[in-house]
């Protein structure tokens, strides 16, 4: 399996505080990714990189922010949480970008999240 | 944006053939189809992928027939350990549609 770990894997919190998500790789891939699921959405695309200080915004992008100041950590914030953000979410990454491409992309085993 | 198409629910029996169809209508050309598999409290995993007609691993076959507007995942002898979640995803041409849809819940019953 690829190493993938994801930070923590379960949190409660409450509404209106700060939350980040870590995403930690040892398989050095240029492209990691942000998913958040929810029942009867499937995995939806939060936000994603293609290298280092490099991201752009994926479907649900809005009250989330990500950094990549290394090519191994990938962190998800939620500036002020809110319920609707209560999920599973889940990094990935790919050795090239999962478009035009047949490198598919590896999964976390998810964080788990739940705003109060 | 390639919207797929996927049943919600299957049910099989142990030692069965069980193919999972996924409509994928608007499909570009260069578009690859992969498909994932995903059990609970796990992140989803590779299964297979193709850009046409056959290909087959050590898990799994898929068929993708010539106008590729549909594609087969189909397991043979199914166990009680295949019971996950399949995804189809076409991979698509803007990364802020690499979105996957609801999935396919296979329960394989004894």
New interface residues.
Partial sequence: DAG?TQSPRHKVTETGTPVTLRCHQTENHRYM?W?RQDP??????IH?SYGVKDT????VSDGYSVSRSKTEDFLLTLESATSSQTSVY???ISES??????Q???????TRLSIL | LAKTTQPISMDSYEGQEVNITCSHNNIAT?D?I?W?QQFP??????II?G?KTKVTNEVASLFIPADRKSSTLSLPRVSLSDTAVY?CLP?????????????TQLTVLP
Avoid: V, W
Avoid at chain 1, 97 to 102: C, Q
Avoid at chain 1, 104 to 110: C, K, T
Avoid at chain 2, 41 to 46: A, E, L
Avoid at chain 2, 91 to 103: E, K, N
């Fill in positions: 993938i990714y998913y009867g959405h499937g995995l939806r695309l994603y752009d915004k994926g479907e889940f990094c990935a970008m999962a478009l035009y491409s047949n598919p992309q590896h999964f976390g085993d998810g | 260069n690859y992969t994932y409290s796990q992140g989803p995993r590779f992928q850009y995804y991979t698509p041409g803007s990364a802020r549609q690499l979105t996957f849809g609801s999935g």
